[in-house]
């Protein structure tokens, strides 16, 4: 776990983050274009969508387009 997760541990946050990786374990992901509302949903289901913004986001970063468990789940 790191310091993201503990500090977020029995929270809600919002985080606005440019890297990737610091939201992969996010319980929801919101990824907005132009200000607007593209895609919803956990890393497991938007990495599902291989067409989606999410996923090909991904891809171009070159991370692991795996999804990921959500280690914050109860």
């Known amino acids: 776990m790191n310091e993201l997760d503990r500090a977020r541990e029995n929270r809600t946050c919002v ?9 992969r374990n ?3 992901i919101a990824v907005l274009v132009r200000g607007r509302l ?3 949903g956990t890393d497991e289901k938007l990495v599902a969508n ?11 970063a070159g991370l692991d387009t795996t999804p990921t468990t ?4 109860h």
């Open 70 to 73: 959500n280690q914050n789940e």
């Open 38 to 40: 593209e895609e919803e």
């Open 15 to 23: 985080t606005v983050a440019h890297r990737l990786s610091t939201i």
């Open 26 to 28: 996010s319980h929801k």
């Open 50 to 60: 291989v067409s989606g913004t999410y996923s090909q986001l991904l891809k171009a």
